[in-house]
């Protein structure tokens, strides 16, 4: 899961990197946004994007392609 907002460019950033690997290694995702979840907003605001592998957070402002791919490899074992 990719938690973020319209208009981030670390977001934008963050869904190509996260649609990438998870095209790659066949793994579905989707994308959330801070303004239509209060409960995500209060939660993660200031450290969008983040991502969630299996509703664990993962990573924060950045997404770092291998580690994503690893953790997901490792995921779906």
């Not at 995500?40 to 791919?69: C, K, M, N, Q």
Request: glycine letters at 6%; charged letters at 30%; proline letters at 5%.
């Amino acid at each position: 899961m990719l938690v973020g907002k319209p208009g981030c460019h670390l977001c934008d950033e963050a869904r190509s990197i996260v649609a990438q690997v998870c095209a790659q290694e066949g793994v579905d995702w989707v994308e959330v946004s801070i303004v239509d979840d209060p409960d995500l907003a209060d939660r993660y605001w200031e450290r969008i994007p983040v991502t969630l592998v299996d509703g664990v957070e993962h990573d924060f402002w950045r997404v770092d392609p291998e580690r994503l791919r690893s953790a997901l490899v490792t995921d779906n074992r």
